[in-house]
């Protein structure tokens, strides 16, 4: 596995980087079939986000390596916490949490644009998430990443199921995206299998919905943390972790809930 001084210098420049072909079949046949299994035995933080009588199927989960050997062994053994800690340019790499995230064809419920850090109790500027598809993904059904904007700060969550804001956070409101979308840098790929996405956690994102008559769009998260991340109580509503850790504001993230998965050779 290689991360390059380029791949490091795009990720601090946009926020996100594209890295081609860093996961090998194994890893790839291996969640495809975690996948289905988790899908047929959600937990109890999955959603849908189809709404009734809508076509195809919007699905997220959270915490799968809690419950699935096959995602835990990706956590611990695929090179993912490797490819973070060196983006961050951190000594560590310290696993936070994963979601799985499908998009059957037909579906048309978009993902809303949103930050994803301000929803953790996390701190810190090494902090970021690898998105894996598992499904070759065109630019027309990918992730769109608006180039830079993780140096915007901080903005308030909305709840992706029915996009009711977070509350008592005192965050300013996100712009209106869609509405100017040519005064930004909107960055998205083609990707296969095997691909990934890296991205910093504050960096505005969204996607489309998945208008292919055949081709599903499954993808895992799995977000991740470096030396300078701090547990953060935030002020109101918090969406991530989902069980208290056992840390107090301001602790280093290293638990038995955040283990350190990758330390760079002294």
Request: charged share 25%; net charge negative; proline share 7%.
């Amino acid at each position: 596995m290689v991360v390059t001084v380029q791949d490091i210098e795009t990720y601090e420049r946009d926020g996100v980087v594209c890295l081609r072909g860093v996961f090998d079949e194994k890893w790839i046949t291996l969640l495809r079939d975690w996948t289905e299994r988790a899908m047929a035995n959600p937990g109890p933080d999955a959603e849908e986000y189809t709404r009734p009588g809508k076509p195809g199927r919007a699905f997220n989960d959270l915490d799968l390596a809690r419950r699935h050997d096959g995602f835990r062994n990706f956590v611990h053994q695929s090179p993912a916490a490797e490819i973070c800690g060196r983006i961050m340019r951190s000594a560590k790499a310290n696993f936070f949490y994963d979601q799985l995230i499908v998009k059957e064809p037909g579906t048309s419920e978009k993902t809303p644009w949103h930050q994803d850090q301000p929803y953790w109790a996390v701190s810190g500027r090494q902090v970021c998430s690898i998105w894996l598809p598992l499904d070759p993904v065109s630019k027309d059904v990918c992730v769109q990443y608006v180039a830079g904007s993780h140096n915007w700060g901080a903005h308030n969550p909305h709840h992706f199921k029915d996009n009711s804001p977070y509350v008592d956070t005192g965050l300013p409101e996100l712009p209106d995206i869609d509405a100017r979308r040519e005064d930004y840098e909107i960055k998205t790929w083609d990707m296969q299998p095997g691909d990934c996405l890296v991205f910093q956690a504050m960096i505005v994102h969204g996607a489309p919905g998945n208008a292919s008559a055949q081709t599903r769009r499954r993808a895992l998260a799995t977000r991740w943390t470096g030396d300078d991340a701090r547990y953060f109580v935030r002020d109101g509503e918090v969406g991530i972790p989902t069980r208290d850790p056992g840390l107090v504001h301001g602790d280093i993230m290293d638990c038995d809930d955040f283990p350190v998965i990758w330390r760079a050779a002294a």
